[in-house]
């Protein structure tokens, strides 16, 4: 096993739109280890995320040290789903910058799904209780205002998921 067999998926969608349902998915194949924020974000900033802002500043924190990790495990041939939500340029740059330093395959996962889908499996979602983090319709609509889809000239190899219901 050697890099160039190793893959980056990277998913693109709204809160609730199914990327960690995608991500167990992609993360079942041989070789393949998915890293979730969501329970990394949970485990180590729990007590301090209140706010969109502490989000923003615990998951830099985490990207930080994520990065080498995840081109380390690509280096070793083992392909990597992130269950990261790739839904500004900003971060987007940031897979791409893990994805240079190595010679790994990729692909950006992009799941179309509406926002009135998004919120009502949002409420059921966070009525069971089963999510690291309980997210308000209004936290929904201000984290879904910085959400920009990624395009072509930003060099990814896009797996486009549209929504077929339910």
């Known amino acids: 096993m050697d890099q160039t067999t190793a893959t980056l998926h990277m998913i693109c969608g709204k809160i609730a739109a199914g990327k ?4 167990a998915r992609l993360g079942a194949a041989k070789d393949t280890i998915m890293i979730s924020e969501d329970k990394w974000l949970a485990a180590l900033f729990a007590d301090q995320m209140h706010t969109g802002a502490d989000y923003v500043r615990c998951a830099a924190q985490l990207r930080d ?8 495990l690509m280096s070793c041939g083992i392909s990597v789903v992130l269950d990261y939500p790739a839904n500004t340029p900003e971060t987007r740059a940031w897979m791409r910058s893990i994805l240079d330093g190595t ?3 990729h692909q950006m996962h992009v799941l179309d799904v509406p926002d009135d889908v998004c919120l009502a499996r949002l409420k059921k979602r966070n009525a069971t209780g089963a999510h690291e983090f309980a997210v308000t319709e209004a936290q929904y609509r201000q984290f879904t205002k910085h959400y ?5 000239e930003e060099g990814f190899k896009l797996v486009i998921h549209p929504f077929r219901g339910s």
């Open 20 to 23: 960690s349902t995608l991500a």
């Open 65 to 72: 040290a994520m990065g080498p990790h995840v081109a380390d």
């Open 103 to 105: 010679k790994a395959k």
């Open 148 to 152: 920009v889809p990624p395009t072509a």
